[in-house]
């Protein structure tokens, strides 16, 4: 019901910045309420890292505080993840989830890589 496209992923040095970006698009008048970003590094469990609701509320995961900032345009079901002072350590697959008002299930993009090396 609901259309996830991620875009931004890439390379970059430590201490370098990137910016994610993702669509949703909503099917049969579903109405997104919260979007946001997990992130699964090899070997590793997905989980998240950032979030924001329509009401602009947020919640990040402790490693990326102060570091990673989320944003959202309800207008266009659009979130986007500004990243600064990358780390080996923010090496993983990032995906894009929305959740609707209706409630469960929570949709999910196809993953962007973001790769953080010297």
């Known amino acids: 019901q609901v259309q996830l496209v991620e875009s931004g992923g890439g390379f970059v040095q430590p201490g370098g910045s990137l910016i994610l970006s993702c669509t949703a698009s909503p099917e049969n008048g579903v109405s997104v309420f919260n979007m946001g970003w997990y992130r699964q590094a090899p070997g590793k469990q997905r989980s998240l890292i950032a979030s924001?609701?329509?009401?602009?509320?947020?919640n990040y995961a402790d490693s990326v505080k102060g570091r990673f900032t989320v944003s959202k345009d309800n207008a266009n079901n659009m979130i986007t993840l500004h990243m600064s002072g990358l780390e080996n350590d923010d090496t993983a697959v990032y995906y894009c989830?929305?959740?609707?008002?209706?409630?469960?299930?929570?949709?999910w993009g196809q993953g962007t890589q973001v790769t953080v090396s010297s």
């Open positions: 989830f929305a959740d609707i008002v209706t409630g469960p299930p929570r949709f």
């Open positions: 924001i609701t329509n009401g602009g509320y947020t």
